[in-house]
């Protein structure tokens, strides 16, 4: 198991950028994919972006492609969600996933580790 705290949440202004980080503790973190996900008010958790073991493999739900990247950076054990252009419609908790199974990466069901989430707020 690997723990996992996400910061870098807060309250923009749309067209706004914000850099989400993913700490993680406990295993060697390059032996997990990483996803990122999202759960606005009275909505389920969603998927926004995921990377590889390696980082050399990413995903994207639709809405946010163009405009977030997913990095990692083995040596500090951090995965990175930069967030351009944010939208209103981006407003939520996002949470930091981890897995070392190989699976759907755009899966809830296929991530066992999770973080607790940084409320992320994006005014029009």
């Known amino acids: 198991q690997v723990q996992l705290v996400e910061s870098g949440g807060g309250l923009v202004r749309a067209g706004d950028s914000l850099r989400l980080s993913c700490a993680a503790s406990?295993?060697?973190?390059?032996?997990?994919?990483v996803g990122w996900f999202r759960q606005a008010p009275g909505n389920e958790r969603v998927f926004v972006a995921a990377i590889s073991r390696s980082g050399g493999v990413t995903s994207y739900t639709d809405s946010v492609k163009g405009r977030f990247t997913i990095s990692r950076d083995h040596a500090k054990n951090t995965v990175y969600l930069e967030m351009n252009s944010l939208k209103p419609e981006d407003t939520a908790v996002y949470y930091c996933?981890?897995?070392?199974?190989?699976?759907?990466?755009?899966?809830?069901?296929?991530?066992?580790?999770w973080g607790r989430g940084t409320q992320v707020t994006v005014s029009s």
């Open positions: 996933a981890a897995d070392r199974r190989t699976g759907d990466s755009t899966s809830r069901s296929s991530y066992n580790d």
């Open positions: 406990g295993r060697t973190f390059s032996n997990y994919r």
